[in-house]
């Protein structure tokens, strides 16, 4: 079957950084990307990754591992707006998207 | 951007009542719309993926009947809840692909809260 994981939930201080781990199992692979979620709101695109290595957007970087079946979510200079659920998310062979439980991230001052 | 618009975004009313929910795709055509519902505290769930022009393609355990799904053009996808009931309270997303695809495979509208009381 088709999996993704990722924690359930992390907290983390404001103006620091925190890592989101992403793994996953599916049939084929066409991108990785990576949506962030407030409560109550429909997902908005973050990232996106079909190579491997590092994609930087401003305080957000996210990279991947085909092989290892791995991405993470970077943020860095956290603010307390980031708080929300990140959702990873894997495009399969049949170009379907197949998403994670996400990770809700608690930013405390 | 690609911008999707989802109307309504918020319905109250009485259990039995049908809802219908429109998505709209603003500025591209979409050769594919997605519903998802999602509750409380827990990952999106695709109810359906509907083609334009054809029949959509129900996830396991969704009832077409209760959801009706019509994609009658290239931009306008609509999801109706039939004799809603408080268990169909819930948050509905659709979102859109592109033809051109790129980048960001589906398109997000602002989503619809169902609340059946």
């Known amino acids: 079957g088709q999996n993704i994981d990722q924690p359930t939930e992390m907290t983390a201080t404001e103006g620091a950084i925190v890592q989101i781990n992403c793994t996953y199992q599916?049939?084929?692979?066409?991108?990785l990307f990576w949506y962030q979620q407030h409560a109550g709101e429909a997902p908005t695109f973050l990232s996106y990754n079909v190579l491997d290595g590092l994609e930087e957007k401003g305080r957000f970087s996210s990279f991947l591992s085909r092989s290892k079946g791995y991405s993470y979510l970077l943020l860095k200079e956290l603010q307390m707006k980031d708080s929300a659920s990140y959702l990873c998310a894997v495009l399969d062979s049949n170009y379907q998207l197949i998403w994670g439980a996400g990770t809700k991230l608690i930013i405390k001052p | 951007g690609a911008v999707v618009s989802q109307h309504p975004s918020r319905v109250i009313c009485k259990s039995g009542t049908s809802v219908k929910i429109e998505c709209r795709s603003l500025d591209f055509q979409a050769t594919t719309m997605f519903w998802y519902r999602q509750f409380p505290k827990k990952s999106l769930m695709l109810m359906a993926t509907s083609n334009e022009g054809s029949k959509a393609t129900y996830e396991q355990g969704v009832e077409k009947d209760k959801f009706l799904i019509n994609h009658a053009s290239l931009t306008l996808s609509t999801l109706t809840v039939t004799s809603a009931h408080p268990e169909d309270s819930s948050f509905y997303i659709c979102s859109a692909s592109s033809l051109d695809g790129g980048s960001e495979p589906q398109h997000f509208g602002d989503g619809t809260r169902l609340s059946i009381l």
């Open positions: 599916t049939s084929g692979f066409n991108g």
